[in-house]
């Protein structure tokens, strides 16, 4: 292959994955609804470990950086579908805590792509009336990046449609121990008594309290590992779990809406006998 083959190749990856095919069918309504989910069994809260993009560049012989490039296109797509198909909350996992020992320019590249989404893709999101939050750590992110995070979210809490958070320099032992710190200092400073402190206390200090946030109920994770990776820990006690083998550049429509079939077909009881 010539001196461009890999960015031609990149190029028409990257086509092909964004042609996304809808298999609907009409419901009692006349609307339009994927054929095999109901309305009604459609999960509130989707979150996305979004695992592979090193991978699906390295397979390819490309720059990491267009991997990362590639889910991110996939990304938007997959939340403005989301939004349409009524799913009220969707959280996509970015960046963890522990993902700044890759390589400075891997980084670098990537708080970079985290400020051209927030600029170029924030319309997209708007126009689908999405509110948009930040899960995670800020303080080490740079300043730029801080600055457009708060505009985005100030600029969009008004908005009445799904609510998308990205989780940005987040853990789940992170959350946790943010929150141990607050409910703590409340305590030492006699606003809380250590005898209230019950599971509700703590799920108002996780960094997911910070609006009306419902546990997820359903979470994909790509590339065909099968681990949590530190993400949402507290959150996740009775999570349909998924995993994928697909890495997540090549996650597409189809598999989004067989997830959410594969959610619909489950019997949820929460540690009970009721199914739910």
């Known amino acids: 292959m010539g ?15 964004l042609k996304f095919r809808l298999a609907a069918t009409s419901n009692a309504d006349g609307a339009k609804f994927p054929e095999g989910l109901k309305r009604e069994l459609m999960p509130k809260h989707v979150a996305i470990i979004m695992d592979g993009n090193r991978r699906w560049a390295k397979n390819r012989g490309l720059p990491v950086q267009l991997g990362h490039k590639a889910g991110e296109e996939v990304m938007k797509r997959i939340a403005v579908k989301c939004s349409e198909l009524g799913v ?16 400075q320019e891997e980084v670098g590249f990537l708080m970079k792509l985290f400020e051209q989404v927030i600029q170029t893709d924030f319309n997209d999101f708007i126009r689908h009336d999405m509110q948009i939050s930040i899960i995670g750590d800020k303080s080490r992110l740079p300043k730029s990046l801080q600055s457009l995070i708060t505009t985005a979210e100030e600029s969009s809490k008004s908005n009445k449609g799904m609510r998308l958070f990205i989780a940005l320099n987040y853990s789940g032992r992170y959350d946790i121990t943010q929150a141990t710190k607050k409910i703590a200092s409340k305590v030492r400073d006699g606003i809380l008594s250590a005898q209230d402190i019950d599971e509700g206390t703590f799920d ?3 960094e997911t309290s910070k609006i009306d946030f ?3 109920d359903l979470l994909i994770r790509t590339s065909g590992e099968l681990r949590l990776s530190n993400f949402m820990l507290w959150q996740i006690a009775y999570t349909e779990l998924l995993f994928v083998e697909k890495l997540f550049p090549e996650f597409n429509e189809g598999d989004l809406l067989e997830a959410l079939r594969s959610f619909q077909r489950r019997q949820r009881r929460y540690g009970g006998t009721q199914v739910y």
Request: charged residues 10%.
């Open 3 to 17: 001196s461009h083959g890999p960015i031609i190749a990149c190029f028409s990856g990257l086509a092909s994955l």
């Open 204 to 206: 108002q200090h996780l």
């Open 88 to 103: 009220k909350v969707l959280t996509v996992f970015a960046f963890s805590t522990e993902n700044w020992v890759r390589p």
């Open 214 to 216: 419902p546990n997820p």
